[in-house]
């Protein structure tokens, strides 16, 4: 998910030890945008294990962005500090301000152009010195499961084998959804290293009704769900690091840090909700904000290590807490 707040940040992510076990430690994937500030990864840098940049997009049939100058300074910090970044790519686009399925369905319709994106994708990859890519196509549709199974194949084979390649897929609590959202779960697992879950956005500007980000029993069930089809240890646990403010006037997307300088700004006291593993804050105005912040993120390493997944994919660097 591409949660542009003021805006929400760009992609980060992998290997760290999560607080959980000493013995098998925990994969951590940040998230980090190209236009958030390249310390970040610096500050974060022994909670990670892999950096994810986002990034590049689908521009048109066949066609994806080049890396800029932005994400070539987010790379250089990541190898800094010693830490794989991987680029994702995505199909957000400006017009709409959203995914856009129409702009994914271009080029996944398309099998020869599906080769020509992958083809430039990876190149791109190569010459700038990336260590992987990170498919972030959202808001697809069942027309567009083979075009995505295609797509996910290609780039693995036009990708260096020690490349990592995951692919990040919406979370829903139910089997025969997942079909229904274009993902071939058998054949992505087969050819991405890990699918990022992204098991946030259960609730969130598109509705009237206040709720947590990622609740904790949504999760787990979407897991479950997932798991009919892909093993545990290829999956990451997707955190949010961020929040939602439900306001009489409008619905918004806020940093960790707006969240709670607008609660403090109204006099309101978060409340810890244990079972949503979440903070909540009710304004005098009517208001209702929603954050997941570093207890949050800490709260989601320890069921990662129950759950036996391979780790947790953070959303992201720059609109949320350091990383735990």
Known sequence: ????????????????????????????????????????IGDNAKAMSVVGIDGVDLTGP?????????DRRQLAAAHAHGLPAVLLV???????????EPLAHETLGSTQKVDDATAALAAAVVDEGFDGVSVDLESLARR????????????????????????????????SAYAAM??????????????????????GPWEKTPGPIGPLRWQRASVAALEQDVPADKIFLGVANYAYAWRPH????????????????????????ASAGEWRAKLMDGSTVWWSDKRSISVRLKLAHTLGVHGCAVWSLGTGDRLP
């Not at 760009?10 to 076990?21: D, F, N, P, R, T």
């Not at 957000?92 to 856009?100: A, C, I, L, Q, R």
């Not at 075009?147 to 139910?174: K, M, N, Q, W, Y």
Request: hydrophobic share 45%.
């Open 90 to 100: 995505a199909n957000w686009s400006d017009k709409v301000n959203d995914f856009s």
């Open 182 to 203: 274009g993902y071939d779960l058998p054949a992505l697992a087969a050819s991405a290293d890990q699918i990022v879950l992204m098991t946030y956005d259960d609730h």
């Open 250 to 273: 409008s619905v918004d997307s806020l940093t960790v840090a707006q969240a709670r300088r607008l609660a403090a700004r109204w006099h309101a006291q978060p409340h810890w909700v």
């Open 1 to 40: 998910m591409r949660v542009r707040v003021g805006l929400v940040v760009l992609l980060v992510a992998l290997v760290c030890a999560a607080g959980s076990s000493a013995t098998t430690p925990l994969a951590v994937l940040g998230f980090q945008s190209d236009y958030s500030p390249a310390h970040l």
């Open 144 to 175: 567009d499961t083979a075009g995505l199974t295609h797509f996910v194949s290609r780039l693995r084979s036009e990708l260096p084998s020690d490349d990592s390649l995951t692919i990040c897929i919406s979370a829903t609590t139910s089997h």
């Open 62 to 70: 066949g066609t994806v962005s080049k890396p800029t100058a932005a």
